[in-house]
């Protein structure tokens, strides 16, 4: 496919809008989107759509991940900063073998918060 390809929002917002029991406004919704990155029929999500996503999502995973390490999440920019020193962390720290394996690059944000689901 040669055209313009969705953003992981709108693709999001897509699942949703299906109304398919199960899929609404959920982490399943946000887990086929990631799979949609995969395929390549969507644009991996920017730091901001990952910051809204974590930030409006206070009881699922990367929010309870980011907490774990003992994060203060007060603010939309709290959680930009640690979201942000957790990609720097995985990418300095990480060996790059490891990174190419998880297709770090083109979706460290899928990446990073995958990780955080399993922290907290």
Do not use: D, E, G
């Given at each position: 496919y040669t055209g313009k390809h969705p953003t992981w929002s709108e693709g999001i917002n897509f699942i949703d809008a299906l109304k398919i029991p199960g899929f609404c406004k959920s982490l399943t919704a946000m887990q086929l989107a990631n799979a949609l990155v995969f395929a390549y029929i969507l644009h991996p999500p920017s730091l901001d759509e990952m910051l809204l996503w974590?930030?409006?999502?206070?009881g699922l995973g990367a929010y309870k991940g980011l907490e774990s390490m003992n994060f203060v999440l007060a603010t939309r920019?709290?959680?930009l900063v640690t979201l942000t020193s957790f990609c720097k962390h995985l990418q300095i720290?990480?060996?790059?073998s490891v990174l190419q394996t998880l297709h770090f690059q083109e979706s460290s944000l899928i990446v990073a918060e995958h990780f955080l689901c399993k922290i907290s």
């Open positions: 974590i930030w409006n999502h206070p920019k709290a959680v720290y990480c060996p790059t």
